[in-house]
């Protein structure tokens, strides 16, 4: 089956589809052994030989690997049994994909999906928990105190979390709102609305902005796109 050359290659993780038709434009493509800059061309994948800087370009293994924009009012589950909006309703893809952890369904940002069960397994694994980044503006003006007791940790529950990157982006004295940039890695359910529970702050909306370095703020919410090989690599290499 045809399919247009920037998908094709976003598909086989050499980046998103977007940065692929740069890379065609700027003549780092080739189909068999020409170099194409035009945007529309559609190959065949199991005829055509496709070449990005001078490499033959191969399928992941059928591995692929999303991330999405979650907006929210969706669920982080496959099927939900309320009928629900789950994520998957965004993703319209063939593969089998699943939810590379979970977001509430009040929190949007970034979520990974993909078929790829052994990433999944070494992603979620405590041991290799990366980093995650969140916006969350809260009721009331923070004050440094409150910051500190989030970046040492504090109890949610029977646990003490540990220390997070916090940092204040703005307050907002009229409106009585403070928003934060909180960054953890761990991933206990419901961490950042518990922790901020646990200085007595109200949180109006939370979103995640970051997993690792991969960041949302070029994908509209809705929107997906594929993780280039070299953010799979970031993300796997993590430690
Ligand atoms: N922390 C939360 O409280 N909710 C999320 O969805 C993610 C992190």
């Known amino acids: 089956m045809e399919e247009r050359l920037q998908k094709y290659l976003a598909n086989c993780g050499i980046a998103s589809r977007r940065k692929c038709e740069e890379y065609i434009l700027e003549g780092k493509v080739k189909v068999n052994g020409n170099i194409i800059r035009e945007l529309g061309t559609k190959i065949n994948p199991q005829k055509d030989t496709v070449e990005y800087e001078n490499k033959k370009v191969i399928p992941n293994n059928n591995n692929i690997y999303i991330l999405l924009n979650k907006p929210i009012g969706y669920v982080t589950t496959v099927e939900d049994q309320f009928g629900r909006d789950t994520v998957l309703n965004l993703v319209k893809v063939k593969e089998r994909i699943v939810p590379v952890g979970r977001l509430d369904m009040y929190t949007s940002g970034a979520l990974i999906l993909t078929n790829d069960g052994d990433f999944v397994y070494k992603i979620t694994h405590p041991k290799h928990e990366i980093n995650k980044t969140y916006t969350v503006t809260v009721k009331g003006i923070i004050n440094n105190d409150e910051i500190e007791r989030l970046r040492k940790g504090v109890k949610i529950e029977d646990y003490i979390t540990k220390p997070a990157k916090v940092k204040i982006l703005k307050t907002d004295i009229e409106k009585d709102i403070s928003r934060l940039e909180i960054t953890i890695h761990e991933g206990k359910n419901r961490q950042v609305r518990k922790m901020c529970?646990?200085?007595?702050?109200?949180?109006?909306?939370?979103?995640?902005?970051?997993?690792?370095?991969?960041?949302?703020?070029?994908?509209?919410?809705?929107?997906?796109?594929?993780?280039?090989?070299?953010?799979?690599?970031?993300?796997?290499?993590?430690?």
């Open 197 to 239: 529970e646990a200085i007595e702050k109200k949180v109006l909306a939370l979103h995640r902005s970051k997993i690792g370095e991969i960041g949302v703020k070029d994908l509209e919410l809705g929107k997906w796109r594929y993780l280039s090989s070299k953010e799979i690599k970031s993300l796997i290499n993590n430690n």
